[in-house]
């Protein structure tokens, strides 16, 4: 083989290479993300921030934070130990809370599904162990209680007068064909099933996250299933992959093949480990949507998290590792570390009491640091809110 058959061969096979790594948006007429190299520095992006310490009474005391939620000017808060839900106002004043928890009729065994519904200004608590949706109206009263036939939950409002349940993990416990195969399952008003939507396309899993919708006031909500690169938008019962993660990093990411055959099973197999110390990054279902940005997350190496914030203005996006920031950027993980939900373009995370005591040693002096030395060990968890900048040059 000559020199010159040689270099054509490689032409060719470049070709055909780069054609496969866009054949799987070539279809695709929505919006793509770019996955793009992490930044160092996460701070230089901070706009604004402001810091929320929750009012502290006899019937508002929380240990953790597991969820929060953000509707009509309040927050929303599900505690970590997911028996009681609060309800705050946007300063962090107490207003009540939900405590509805026993075996009686209205009340609830543990909260595992934790929702707001912006259209009709209700929250949504599912319990598993009881298989019920319980609604309560904005100021925490209970309106209905609706028996399931099913106990693996993630519900919404279908914007309507019906419900949705997001489910892309561990699908096999559901007796419902329709449901077990599927990722998106639409009810009636009665909780019962009607259709669905998005085969699964993972294997066994029992990984809970904490967050996979966002339900927008404009009565849209987005959808990234776990270990999917596609974000989906339903509005109207209607399903729509909208946005596309496109890898242009030196990250690994997952292949079809590989988000169908891997398994994780808590305590016992896990097949992302290998190749997340080989470099890869895991979707595990993680998504904001807002007027002018969109929020993702992934998993690296060591649990490490990975954000990525897309710029519906310019098109572009920022990712930052918090294995790769600068060593100067501790603070950083006060903000990103739990992302729970966004108001027009403010972000709010809610740090843990441990995350807080890692990093605050290291923390350079602001008002910030002073904010948080001064909290007391029986005050309630602090909320940060955050705004971004993107540079027209963000690559």
């Known amino acids: 083989m000559n020199k010159k058959t040689v270099f054509i061969i490689i032409i060719i096979v470049l070709s055909m290479s780069s054609c496969t790594n866009n054949s799987h948006i070539a279809d695709f007429d929505g919006i793509t ?6 930044s160092r520095n996460f701070m230089g992006f901070i706009a604004d921030y402001d810091t929320i310490r929750l009012e502290v009474t006899d019937n508002a005391l929380i240990d953790q934070i597991a969820k929060i939620r953000i509707m009509n000017g309040r927050f929303y808060i599900l505690s970590s130990n997911f028996n ?7 300063n962090g004043k107490f207003i009540n809370k939900i405590s509805d928890r026993g075996q009686g009729p209205g009340e609830y065994i543990s909260i595992n599904s934790f929702e707001i519904d912006p259209i009709h200004n209700k929250l949504l608590i599912g319990d598993s ?7 309560y109206d904005e100021n925490g009263r209970q309106e209905r ?3 399931l036939s099913f106990n693996r939950m993630e519900l919404t409002s279908d914007g309507a007068d019906g419900f949705i349940n997001f489910f892309s993990r561990d699908n096999k416990q559901f007796e419902e064909p329709g449901m077990r195969d599927y990722c998106v399952h639409f009810l009636d008003r009665d909780g019962q099933f009607v259709s669905s939507q998005i085969p699964v396309e993972i294997q066994e899993i029992d990984r809970l996250t904490g967050r996979t919708v966002h339900c927008r006031e404009d009565s849209s909500i987005f959808y990234q299933p776990m270990l999917s690169d596609i ?4 509005k109207n019962k209607k399903v729509k992959p909208y946005y596309k993660l496109y890898n242009r990093s030196d990250y690994g990411i997952l292949s079809e093949k590989d988000r169908k055959t891997m398994t994780y099973l808590y305590g016992r197999r896990n097949d992302f480990a290998p190749k997340q110390k080989n470099g890869y990054i895991v979707p595990w279902g993680n998504i904001i949507d807002t007027d002018s940005y969109v929020y993702t997350a992934f998993e690296g ?3 490490d998290d990975i954000h990525l914030f897309y710029n519906k203005k310019t098109k572009k996006s920022i990712v930052f590792d918090s294995d790769k920031l600068s060593k100067n950027e501790s603070i950083s993980n006060i903000f990103l570390k739990y992302i729970h939900c966004a108001k027009g373009d403010v972000f709010y995370s809610a740090p843990s009491t441990y995350r807080i005591n890692k990093i605050l040693p290291e923390m350079p002096e602001s008002k910030l640091k002073t904010f948080l030395q001064n909290t007391e060990i029986d005050d309630n968890p602090v909320i940060i809110s955050f705004s971004i900048k993107f540079m027209e040059d963000t690559q």
């Open 145 to 147: 209680v609706i028996q």
């Open 301 to 303: 190496r060591d649990e």
């Open 231 to 234: 974000i989906y938008c339903i």
């Open 129 to 135: 162990f009881s298989k019920k949706l319980f609604i």
């Open 84 to 90: 009681t839900a609060f309800i705050f106002s946007e």
């Open 33 to 38: 993300i770019d996955i793009v190299n992490p």
